[in-house]
């Protein structure tokens, strides 16, 4: 129930904006607009491979509440692990997709550039912890099974 809660918290936290996972694809479509007004008030066209696109992996986001709300209420073994390799599998997706673009940004100058995890916001390290703790919690729940045998004493 964490992921799907942590969806709708800030993962983006900048100085002056934040964004939660919800709002990543507003994000990028806000972006394609700006870039296409900066073109036309140039009265330059974008060239196509120059457009920003929304990446693959905001649609896969878009699955995070409605696979925490089913780990929470079919609450089987294999259920919680199953949400959590997916949301661990999609988070090292963006990590992997935005550092590279943070990389290239950062060629051309003599400077680093922005680390990636200095815009993380509360909502993003929730949906990072949160299939850790369901991992752990279907091992510890599900790994001891209770006894219902009749004790020797009351036979």
């Known amino acids: 129930m964490a ?15 934040s964004f939660a996972g919800y709002e990543l694809g507003k994000l990028y479509d806000g ?3 700006l870039q296409s ?13 120059d457009v ?7 649609y896969c986001t878009y699955l995070f509440p ?9 609450n089987k073994r294999i259920v919680h692990f199953l949400s959590a390799v997916y949301v661990l599998a999609v988070l090292a997706w963006i990590v992997l997709s ?14 680093e550039g922005p680390s990636l995890f200095s815009f993380v916001g509360i ?14 919690g279907g091992f510890l729940c599900y790994s001891s099974k209770p006894d ?6 009351a036979e």
Not at 10 to 15: E, G, M
Not at 66 to 74: E, N, P, R, V
Not at 98 to 106: A, I, N
Not at 148 to 153: F, K, V
């Open 148 to 153: 219902h045998s009749i004790p020797a004493s």
């Open 31 to 33: 972006m394609a607009a």
């Open 37 to 49: 007004g900066f073109g036309d008030l140039m009265g330059e066209a974008v060239k196509e491979e």
């Open 98 to 111: 935005l550092s590279s673009v943070l990389q290239g940004m950062s060629e051309g100058s003599s400077s």
């Open 3 to 17: 992921i799907a809660a942590a969806y709708f918290l800030p993962w983006i936290d900048a100085i002056f904006f």
């Open 123 to 136: 909502g993003l390290w929730i949906t990072i912890l949160a299939p850790f703790g369901q991992i752990v």
């Open 66 to 74: 409605l696979i925490g709300i089913a780990s929470a209420l079919i």
């Open 52 to 58: 920003v696109k929304k990446p693959a992996w905001v």
